[in-house]
């Protein structure tokens, strides 16, 4: 037989356990990169969500934010992914096309 209090401690515990919030689930985007262009950035980013470009041009490109947060080269036919630890906009560049530019607007 099970004592009282036991069954009582047992059941605070089932009731605190269910009650606490899931873990908010961190999200995939992809920009394309094609024809000398960035693809429109996806909306609803947001922090500790990873944002992949896709490079799907004949050249070798970078996604390279302005504020220093990522840099990366990005070879044809390959992908190169980053998190996003912070919110705000992200402005981004080519830096072998400079006329190549992305915006990113990363929510809380």
Not at 14 to 28: M, V, W
Not at 69 to 94: N, Q
Request: hydrophobic share 45%; aromatic share 8%; charged share 15%.
């Amino acid at each position: 037989m099970t004592s009282i209090s036991a069954r009582a401690g047992f059941c605070l515990l089932a009731i605190f356990t269910s009650a606490a919030a899931p873990a908010p689930t961190a999200h995939r985007f992809r920009i394309v990169i094609q024809d000398l262009a960035f693809g429109a950035a996806p909306a609803g980013i947001r922090v500790g969500d990873t944002v992949e470009w896709d490079n799907q041009d004949i050249l070798v490109h970078s996604v390279t934010a302005q504020d220093q947060s990522f840099d990366a080269d990005v070879k044809p036919g390959a992908k190169v992914s980053f998190t996003m630890h912070r919110a705000g906009v992200i402005r981004y560049l080519c830096k072998y096309h400079p006329g190549m530019q992305g915006i990113l607007n990363v929510g809380e």
